[in-house]
């Protein structure tokens, strides 16, 4: 079973900036749809990005043209940069195939706050 782990969390303020990692412990970005899906308090987890096999890539309404979501094959990674971050943005941030694996890691907690 392929182990996903998220990275790159952290506090930042209303407009800035963070860059999410997601490492797969084999190769799968390139046999696997992916997206990065994130939860907030109290709300279901949502789908907010994600990458074909082919490398065509989509976004929730709520985060088009703000996120962007890459993947580098010879890295087995993946990544979602996220701009002009708002506080509603704040959530905790998984990584997983789309559709999702059973599993899920623990994510990494993003807040957006002044």
């Known amino acids: 079973q392929v182990q996903l782990v998220e990275s790159g969390g952290g506090l930042v303020q209303p407009g800035g900036s963070l860059r999410l990692s997601c490492a797969a412990s084999?190769?799968?970005?390139?046999?696997?749809?992916m997206g990065w899906y994130r939860q907030a308090p109290g709300k279901q987890r949502e789908l907010v990005a994600w990458?074909?096999?082919?490398?065509?890539?989509n976004y929730a309404g709520s985060v088009k043209g703000r996120f962007t979501i890459s993947r580098d094959l010879n890295k087995n990674m993946m990544y979602l940069q996220m701009n002009s971050l708002k506080p509603e943005d704040t959530a905790v941030y998984y990584c997983?195939?789309?559709?999702?694996?059973?599993?899920w890691g623990q994510g990494t907690q993003v807040t957006v706050s002044s």
């Open positions: 997983n195939a789309y559709p999702p694996y059973s599993g």
């Open positions: 084999r190769s799968i970005f390139s046999i696997n749809d």
């Open positions: 990458i074909t096999r082919g490398g065509t890539t």
